[in-house]
């Protein structure tokens, strides 16, 4: 008996209900046509001098014990907020805060936060920091993007966060593959590898490809 499908012809549909949906990511992104795979990503780092990083690192460590996270809105304000803004400084990128876009009537919301400069961010705040969630609905907004871009950029990077916790996702467009990246980055722990990665990858036109296209030549003997 054929499966019936999660969404329904002519419904309309939000990003944000894709996060409230209790089927697996695997299914929904199914119905768009990709698939998923979970694996420890070889995320490149950048080399760059990035003059505050010891500096946001330090102020997140002293500000920590005297805050309280379990509202959305400070992990927004106190941990999302000022490292984003650091990213503009060293990436000179463009910031989006709640940028609508529509592609389809099953692809459309606002994205919570939409960077681009020679690459491409997307940043989703996990809600009631349920990263598993946040994810699927991260996976749902790099097929809308995927399919919003207009560029030969082989892949398109995002992640998904709760302020003090970070997951990197990337779709690979030709094979119509979303990678989960198993490693989670922490703040403040992590912080330096986590800024590096996303500076990498806004000034990157590809990151990383697991499916490279190379023409193998067997050597003249």
Not at 170 to 185: D, N, S, V
């Amino acid at each position: 008996m054929p499966k019936l499908p999660i969404l329904q012809p002519g419904e309309s549909y939000s990003f944000k209900q894709y996060f409230e949906m209790n089927y697996d990511p695997d299914d929904i992104l199914a119905e768009f046509g990709y698939t998923l795979e979970r694996s420890l990503l070889a995320l490149p780092q950048s080399t760059a001098d990035l003059d505050r990083l010891d500096n946001l690192k330090s102020r997140i460590e002293e500000s920590l014990p005297y805050i309280s996270l379990t509202s959305e809105a400070a992990r927004r304000e106190l941990l999302i907020a000022p490292l984003l803004l650091d990213l503009v400084h060293y990436t000179r990128a463009q910031l989006r805060i709640e940028y609508p876009i529509i592609v389809t009537e099953q692809l459309k919301g606002s994205l919570d936060y939409y960077l681009y400069s020679v690459g491409k961010l997307l940043v989703v705040q996990a809600k009631n920091a349920d990263l598993t969630r946040g994810f699927t609905q991260l996976a749902v907004e790099l097929i809308a993007l995927d399919k919003w871009i207009d560029s030969d950029r082989t892949t398109v990077e995002g992640a998904v966060s709760t302020g003090d916790i970070w997951q990197f996702g990337i779709l690979h467009r030709e094979q119509k593959q979303i990678q989960q990246g198993l490693t989670l980055y922490r703040v403040p722990d992590d912080l330096d590898s986590l800024v590096r990665i996303l500076v990498k990858i806004l000034e990157s036109s590809s990151i990383y490809d697991p499916f490279p296209k190379t023409d193998f030549v067997f050597p003249e003997t």
